[in-house]
C-alpha cells in the first residue's frame, strides 16, 4: 500500500471553493542575471619622458638666465648646456646681460658726463660765448637737477619734501611739496635775476632775504605749486646763465643782495649751485632716489666760498652773544690765531680760518686748532642738514675755537 503523496504547498481555494492551480514557476534561464563586476583598474604606467627638441631648449635660455625655469627645465637646459657650445655660449652672455639688470651701482649718468661732452664738442668747435668757469658749476647743478626731474609724475610733484636747516643754536625745518622746492629756487633765483637787471618769473614786490622772500612767494599763489614750476624755473636758470656769459669779466664782482648782506655775482651763482645741489637732495631723499654730489672741481668751489665766509659768519654770531670773544686785537690784513680746516675726499683742500677777526689773515703758523672731516659731510654741516655736534669731524687743539667754527659752519645755512 502506497503511503500518502507528497504534497505541494496549500493553494488557497476562489470565492467557488476550487482550488487554484499555482503558476508555472520561471525557467532558470529566465531569471535575471547578476552584474558582473568590473575587474580592477591596471596600475598606471610611468610617464613618458619629455623630448625637448634644440630649438624648445634653446629658447628656455632667457628663463633659464632668469632663474625662472621649473625644476624638470632647468635639469634638460643644463644638460644640453654640456653638449651643445651655441647654446652655452647664448647663456653665458645673457647670464651677463642679467647681471646688469641687477646692478647695485647707480644707473644715474656720470656728473662729469655732460662736462666731459661739452669739453670734447667745444674742443672741436671752440663756443662763439663760452660760459665763464665761475657759472659753471650752477650751470652743471641746475641741468642734473632738471634731469632728476624730468620723469616725475605728479604724485612725485606732491611728495612731502622736509626743508631742514640751522638758526641759532638749533636746527629748524620746514614741510613743503617738489613743486614747493623748485618754488623756493625760483624765487631765490630772481635776487640773481634781478641783480643783472632780468624779469623776476617769481614777481615784483618780494622782500631780498632769501627766507622772507620764499615765504612771501608760496603766501601769493592761491593755491600749491605743481609740476609747471618747473618751466620758469628751468627757464630763468638758462636766461642767467646766458647773461652771464654775455656780461663779460667784469660781471663777476657785481653786487647780488640777499638782504642782510651781498655776494659778488660769482660767489652768488656758487650759492645758487650750492643750493640747487642741496635741495636735489632733498627731493631726491622724498622720492627713494639715489643722487650723487657734485664734481670734485665744482664741490671745491662750494667748500671754498664757504670757507671763505666763515670769518664773517664767526664774528656775526660773536655780535649775538653765541661765541666767545676774541682773545687778541689784530690788524687788519695781520695774521692772528687760525684754525685749520682740513677737507678730505673729492674737493678737498687745507683752508685757514681767522678766529679773532674777519680782517685777519689765517695763517699755518698761528694754529690753533685742527678739524679734518670729508667734503659732503662739511657741505652738509654747512646746509644745516647735520647738527655740529653730531658731524663726523677730526678735533685737535682749542675746544672753543672747534666749537665756535662748526656752529658758525652750520649757521651758514639758510631756508
Not at 100 to 126: A, M, Q, Y
Not at 173 to 185: E, K, P, S
Request: aromatic residues 6%; hydrophobic residues 40%; proline residues 9%.
Amino acid at each position: 500500500m502506497n503511503g500518502p503523496a507528497e504534497q505541494g504547498p496549500a493553494v488557497p481555494d476562489d470565492e467557488n471553493g476550487t482550488p487554484r492551480i499555482p503558476p508555472p514557476r520561471r525557467a532558470a534561464d529566465d531569471i535575471e542575471r547578476l552584474p558582473t563586476l568590473s575587474p580592477a583598474p591596471a596600475p598606471p604606467s610611468a610617464p613618458e619622458p619629455v623630448v625637448r627638441t634644440h630649438a624648445i631648449l634653446k629658447s628656455l635660455l632667457g628663463a633659464w638666465a632668469l632663474t625662472a625655469c621649473s625644476t624638470e627645465e632647468t635639469e634638460a637646459v643644463e644638460a644640453h648646456l654640456t653638449e651643445c657650445a651655441p647654446c652655452a655660449d647664448e647663456a653665458l652672455r645673457l647670464r651677463d646681460a642679467v647681471g646688469l639688470l641687477h646692478t647695485d651701482r647707480s644707473l644715474d649718468l656720470d656728473p662729469l658726463l655732460r662736462s666731459r661732452v661739452l669739453e670734447n664738442c667745444l674742443g672741436r668747435r671752440p663756443a662763439r660765448i663760452p660760459v665763464p668757469d665761475w657759472a659753471g658749476a650752477y650751470d652743471a647743478e641746475a641741468a642734473r637737477l632738471d634731469a632728476l626731474l624730468n620723469d616725475f609724475g605728479d604724485a612725485e610733484w606732491h611728495a612731502p619734501v622736509r626743508l631742514k636747516w640751522f638758526e641759532g643754536e638749533r636746527q629748524t625745518h620746514r614741510r613743503t611739496t617738489v613743486a614747493g622746492v623748485i618754488g623756493h629756487l625760483l624765487a631765490v633765483d630772481g635776487l640773481v635775476a634781478a641783480a643783472l637787471g632780468l624779469d623776476d618769473p617769481a614777481g615784483p614786490g618780494l622782500p631780498s632775504g632769501p627766507t622772507a622772500r620764499t615765504e612771501a612767494f608760496w603766501t601769493s599763489t592761491r593755491f600749491p605749486l605743481t609740476r609747471a614750476v618747473r618751466e620758469p624755473w628751468r627757464e630763468q636758470t638758462h636766461t642767467l646763465i646766458r647773461t652771464v656769459s654775455f656780461a663779460g669779466r667784469g660781471a663777476a664782482e657785481l653786487a647780488v643782495p640777499y638782504g642782510d648782506f651781498a655776494l659778488p655775482l660769482q660767489d652768488a651763482l656758487l650759492d645758487r649751485a650750492f643750493e640747487c645741489w642741496v635741495h636735489a637732495g632733498d627731493i631726491a631723499d622724498a622720492v627713494d632716489y639715489p643722487y650723487d654730489p657734485p664734481s670734485g672741481a665744482h664741490l671745491h668751489q662750494m667748500i671754498d666760498l664757504a670757507a671763505r665766509i666763515l670769518p664773517d659768519a664767526l664774528a656775526a654770531r660773536r655780535r649775538a652773544g653765541l661765541a666767545t670773544p676774541p682773545r687778541h686785537l689784530v690788524t687788519a690784513g695781520s695774521p692772528g690765531r687760525s684754525l685749520r680746516l682740513e677737507i678730505e675726499g673729492a674737493g678737498g683742500g687745507d683752508w685757514y680760518i681767522a678766529l679773532d677777526s674777519p680782517a685777519a689773515v689765517g695763517s699755518p703758523d698761528h694754529e690753533v686748532a685742527h678739524i679734518a672731516l670729508d667734503g659732503v659731510e662739511f657741505c652738509r654741516l654747512a646746509a644745516g642738514h647735520v647738527p655740529p655736534e653730531d658731524a663726523a669731524a677730526g678735533r685737535l687743539g682749542d675746544r672753543e675755537a672747534i666749537r665756535d667754527v662748526l656752529l658758525a659752519t652750520a649757521s651758514l645755512s639758510r631756508l
